[in-house]
């Protein structure tokens, strides 16, 4: 009897249906890769610049760059194919230069999965980062901090980090993969570059900056809600000092294009933890003033880090 249910799932709709799902993937591939051909052909017509830097600027975090010398700032909607910025505290500008003499493209607001995007889409920048010429990404972003030590204003450089989204299966290399960039199955050992750590961690002390710098562990979830105190206490006990709604995504998308990669979390406020808290919940004006406050430090931080940096990118 037992068998004799288990071979009736079999049926031959079952099988056209898989055969459909493997089918729509393989579709589905086709229009990432064209889309992605389209929006590196459409930045490509614009500027004649070789980045080998790419740098994402979360929530309020934009000024980074104006730190950018001899400017082209092309907005998103001039880019075929590129979606729109939703978020208050992302421009949605490509602005392309240099920064500490390097030649860099940064994105002046980012792509979020919770504004709609599939996970591909939120990535897609990267990709096309990979395919004007860029090897290095430092992504940036606004974040609550979990870690109870942790302050607002401070700044976390990013040593590992749990993909949360991907682990419930929003996962951005999910589909056939596109052997051009990287392996089926890449790695993940070492997400964040430790000579860039260690050369940011350096150069924070250089600055006197060690009052505000951390080193920890980013915890990536799709929002827009922020989080319950039950949810908070379960994210800390699985080993994540700050959490947002970003980042994780890319960075995977990055290293597996082989991108050596540096994050940073702006803490914009700190998770409450407490049940029943009389503490003021967060807000994102409160995420993007805190984010503002601090900027110039971590613009200043991002600035000589590069600079060091020049003679090897
Ligand atoms: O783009 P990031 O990750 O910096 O933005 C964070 C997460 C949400 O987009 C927003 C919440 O306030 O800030
Ligand atoms: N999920 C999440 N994202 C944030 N971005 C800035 N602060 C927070 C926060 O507390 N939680």
Redesign the pocket.
């Given at each position: 009897m037992a068998a004799m249910s288990l071979l009736s799932f079999e049926t031959p709709e079952r099988r056209r249906s898989s055969v459909n799902l493997a089918e729509m993937h393989r579709k589905v591939s086709q229009i990432e890769h064209d889309e992605i051909q389209k929006v590196t052909s459409s930045v490509l017509e614009k500027t004649n610049l070789c980045p080998k830097l790419g740098i994402i600027c979360g929530?309020g975090l934009g000024g980074l760059a104006n730190e950018i010398k001899d400017p082209q700032v092309i907005p998103y909607a001039e880019i075929e194919g590129f979606p729109k910025c939703t978020v208050q505290g992302h421009a949605g500008n490509l602005v392309l230069g240099y920064l500490s003499g390097v030649p860099t493209v940064c994105m002046q607001g980012r792509l979020h999965f919770y504004e709609g995007h599939p996970a591909w889409l939120v990535t897609m920048p990267i990709r096309m980062m990979k395919l004007i010429g860029v090897e290095t990404l430092i992504v940036t972003n606004?974040?609550?901090g979990l870690n109870q030590d942790y302050k607002s204003g401070d700044v976390m450089v990013i040593k590992d980090h749990i993909n949360m989204v991907g682990m419930t299966g929003h996962h951005p290399l999910v589909g056939p993969n596109d052997d051009k960039f990287g392996p089926r199955f890449p790695a993940m050992t070492v997400p964040y570059d430790r000579e860039l750590r260690h050369l940011a961690l350096q150069t924070a002390e250089e600055l006197g900056f060690s009052s505000f710098i951390r080193e920890g562990v980013y915890l990536s979830?799709s929002?827009p809600s922020?989080?319950t105190p039950s949810e908070s206490i379960f994210m800390r006990s699985i080993g994540a000092d700050t959490?947002?709604?970003s980042t994780a995504p890319e960075v995977v998308v990055a290293r597996h294009a082989g991108m050596r990669v540096l994050g940073f979390s702006m803490v914009?406020?700190v998770?409450i933890l407490e049940l029943d808290s009389d503490a003021i919940p967060?807000t994102h004006q409160e995420?993007m003033d805190t984010a503002n406050a601090r900027a110039k430090d971590l613009q200043l931080l991002v600035k000589t880090i590069v600079g060091k940096l020049a003679s090897t990118l």
């Amino acid at each position: 009897m037992a068998a004799m249910s288990l071979l009736s799932f079999e049926t031959p709709e079952r099988r056209r249906s898989s055969v459909n799902l493997a089918e729509m993937h393989r579709k589905v591939s086709q229009i990432e890769h064209d889309e992605i051909q389209k929006v590196t052909s459409s930045v490509l017509e614009k500027t004649n610049l070789c980045p080998k830097l790419g740098i994402i600027c979360g929530s309020g975090l934009g000024g980074l760059a104006n730190e950018i010398k001899d400017p082209q700032v092309i907005p998103y909607a001039e880019i075929e194919g590129f979606p729109k910025c939703t978020v208050q505290g992302h421009a949605g500008n490509l602005v392309l230069g240099y920064l500490s003499g390097v030649p860099t493209v940064c994105m002046q607001g980012r792509l979020h999965f919770y504004e709609g995007h599939p996970a591909w889409l939120v990535t897609m920048p990267i990709r096309m980062m990979k395919l004007i010429g860029v090897e290095t990404l430092i992504v940036t972003n606004a974040a609550g901090g979990l870690n109870q030590d942790y302050k607002s204003g401070d700044v976390m450089v990013i040593k590992d980090h749990i993909n949360m989204v991907g682990m419930t299966g929003h996962h951005p290399l999910v589909g056939p993969n596109d052997d051009k960039f990287g392996p089926r199955f890449p790695a993940m050992t070492v997400p964040y570059d430790r000579e860039l750590r260690h050369l940011a961690l350096q150069t924070a002390e250089e600055l006197g900056f060690s009052s505000f710098i951390r080193e920890g562990v980013y915890l990536s979830l799709s929002g827009p809600s922020y989080e319950t105190p039950s949810e908070s206490i379960f994210m800390r006990s699985i080993g994540a000092d700050t959490v947002g709604m970003s980042t994780a995504p890319e960075v995977v998308v990055a290293r597996h294009a082989g991108m050596r990669v540096l994050g940073f979390s702006m803490v914009t406020n700190v998770v409450i933890l407490e049940l029943d808290s009389d503490a003021i919940p967060p807000t994102h004006q409160e995420v993007m003033d805190t984010a503002n406050a601090r900027a110039k430090d971590l613009q200043l931080l991002v600035k000589t880090i590069v600079g060091k940096l020049a003679s090897t990118l």
